[in-house]
């Protein structure tokens, strides 16, 4: 009786024991919050001038 040989199992994931407060989230950035690359100045005015408040003049 011969006996096939095994397929090589894959390795199980390693536990990582990193500090997760140590790595950069989604939300520790300003991509989602609605800010809008800037560079153009006279978008920036319009944009000003559209969501300025009524009593600011």
């Given at each position: 009786m011969s006996?096939?040989?095994e397929p090589p199992?894959?390795?199980k994931p390693a536990?990582?024991?990193?500090?997760p407060l140590d790595q950069q989230t989604a939300d520790d950035?300003?991509?989602g919050w609605g800010e809008r690359p800037s560079g153009?100045?006279?978008a920036d005015l319009k944009?000003?001038?559209d969501?300025?408040?009524p009593h600011h003049i």
């Open positions: 006996t096939a040989p199992r894959e390795p536990l990582v024991f990193d500090d950035t300003d991509r153009d100045s006279a944009r000003f001038l969501e300025k408040p």
